[in-house]
C-alpha cells in the first residue's frame, strides 16, 4: 500500500511484472517509472478516471503498446520485447472486436485456425469453450444477431480458447446497459472463480473494481496513487486522490485548523467552531492545517440542538434511492452530502444538525498525503 | 351557422393552396420526365440502330434513307461472324486476359492499399504520394513507354503483354486504403493479439470486411478490361492473341467494311458485359460512385 512509482510487492509468485517502465508519446509521457507485480490467479483491476494511463498500462502488457523503458516479465519471462501472440495472454475489448464476417464458432476458434489446427480440433475446443459460456446454441450465427450481451461472452470465449497465462481486459462492460453490466460482471466473478487464471482487469467504473478484484491499482496521471483490497481503499486511502475517486457519493473535503497532534489522533476545529478529533499516523507537531474528508456514512443527521452536532444548516435537497437517502446540507463547511437509511423522514429546507464519527474521518495533509 | 362556414372555407383554402402545389408539382415532374425520356431515347439509339443493322442484308444498309427495321431479316451477319472468324479465339483471349486483369489487379490493389493504411514502413508516404500522382496521368499518355517496355520484355503479341499494363490501377489502391484506413484498429489488434500475421489480416479480415468493395473493384476492373481497345490494338498484331474488340478490326469482306458484320462482332462483344452489368447493376453504380468519389 505504497504510493507514488515505489515498489509494489504481491505476497503470492508474481506472474506479470512491470518493472520501471515508462510509456512517452513524443513528449509526453503517459506511464511514468512505474513498477508493478500481479499475482498468479488474482484479480487485479486497474482503476482511474480518463487518461491516467490504466489502458496504456494494459496494452504494454499485451505487447499492443512498445514500452519505451523498462521491463515486462510474464512468469517470469522478460516479454519486454516479444509480439503480443507470444506472450501467451489474451485480450478482452472494449469494442468486444468481434469479426463481423465471421461465425461465433469462427470466431472463437479463429486464433486456432490462424495457428494452422485441424478443423476437427477448432470446432471441439470452440464447442468446449461455448458450453462454458453458454453459446452452443448461437455457434452458428454472426455478432450482428448476438445481443450485447452474447458479444462480450463471445469476446470472452476467444480469449478462452487460447488456454492462457493472464486475461486481460479493457473496459469489457463500459458498452453494455446497466442491468446486462451487473449480470456479467457476476458471470466474470464466476469464470475467475473456476478457472483460477490472472486477470487484469481497466476500468474507470469503481464499482467494477470494488466488486470484481482482490486487488486494485489506483492509478493517477501515469503513476500509483495506491494499491491494495478494495476495502483497504475505501476505509484507508493513501491520499486524497483515492479517498475522492473511491466511493459513491464520493467523500466529503472541507479545511480544518490542527489545534494538537500527538501521532495517534489529533484535535480539530472544525468550520463553526466546534472541535472534534481524527485519527492520525503522523506527529509533525507543526501542522496548523489540513483537509478532512469524511463519507457520507459517516456524517449522522441529528437534531439540531443536540450536543453531539458538529454542524447546522439547512436541507437542500433530499434523493431517496431506497435502499438509502441523499441529503444535501449546507453547513459553515460547505455543502455536506449525508448518507442515511432509506425511510429517513427529512424535507427540504428543514434545519437538522450533523453529527461526526470520528472514527473514520481523514484528515489530508497540503500534498494530497494522509496524515 | 355562418361560423361552421367560415370555419370550412378556413380549412379549405390551406387545403385549395396544397392542391395548387401538387398541380405544380406535377408539370414540372412531367417536364422532367420528357427530357429523361429525351435523353435516354438520343442515349439508347445508337444502340439499337446498331442492333438492328445487325439483321440486315449489308446492300440495305447501306442504301440511303432512314429505315428503322430489316425489310428482309436475316442472321447471315452472325452466321458469318460464328463460322468464318476466329471469334471464339478472341472470346477466350478477352476472357483470360480480362479475368487475370480482374484477379491480379485487386490482390495487388488490396495488398498495396493494406501496406499503405496499415503498415509501417519506410518510404510509406513516399509510396502513397507516388500513387496519388500516378492517377493523375492519363493511360495514353504512357502507352508509348507501355510499347517499349513490354516489347523490350518480349511480350509483344501474348496475353501477358495485353495484361501488364492493365495493372496500373492506383484509383483501386486509393479505394481500398481508404477503406482500410476505416477499419476500427481493435480488429487489428484482436487478430495480433490471436497470432495472425499481415497476410492472415489482410486475405482473412481486412478483405472479406469490405467484400462489398472488392466486388464492386472487381466487376468494374473487369468491364473495364473486357471494353479496352488501345493497348490491346497495340500489344497484339496476331489474330489468334487478338481480343474481342481488337478481333472486330478484322472482319470485313473483299469490297473493304461490312457494316453489318463489324455490328455484329460489337453486338457479341458487348453481351457479356452487358449480361454482367444487368446482374450486378447495383454494384457496378457503388464501384462507379467509389471511383468518382476518389477523383473528384
Redesign the interface.
Known sequence: MSAGAAEIVGAASPHVELRRVTKRYGSVTAISDLTLTVDKGSFTALLGPSGCGKSTLLRMI?G?EAITAGQCFIDGVDVSDL???KRR???V???Y?L???MTVRQNIA??LS??GQPKKVQNARALEVARVLQLESYLDRRPAELSGGQRQRVAIG?ALV?KPEAFLFDEPLSNLDAKLRVQMRLELAKLHADLGTTMIYVTHDQTEAMTLADKIVVLDKGVISQVGSPLDLYNAPANKFVAAFIGSPGMNFFKVDIAAIDGKAASIVLPGGQKAEAPVRTDAADLRSAELGVRPEHLILVDPDDAAAVFGGAVRIVEHLGNSTLVYVDTAAGQLIVEGEGNLKVKSGETVGLKLNEEHAHLFGATGATL | MSATVQRLEVTASPAAARLARLNRLDTVGLLITLVTLVGAIIWAFPLYWGLVTTFKHEYEIVRPGFQPWPEHFTFENYVHVLLQTKIGYWYINSLITSVAVTVLVVIMAASAGYAISQLDFPGRRFFWWMILGSFMVPIPALIVTHFIVISQLGLINTLAGVVGPQLIAPVTVIIYKQFFDSV?K??R?????????DF?LLF??YL??N?GVTTALAIITFIGAWNLFLWPFLAVSSEDKMNITVGITQVHDNYGISYGRDLAVAMLAALPVAVVYLIFQRRVTQAIMLSAGIKG
Do not use: K
Not at chain 2, 489488434?189 to 500475421?197: F, I, L, P, Q, Y
Open positions: 499485451a499492443l509480439p503480443p501472440a495472454i489474451a485480450m475489448f472494449q469494442s472486436a469479426y463481423p464476417h479463429f486464433s490462424v495457428a476467444r487460447r | 476500427p481493435d480488429f489488434e484482436a487478430a495480433a493479439m490471436d497470432g495472425a500475421n492472415q482473412r479480415i472479406p470486411m467484400w
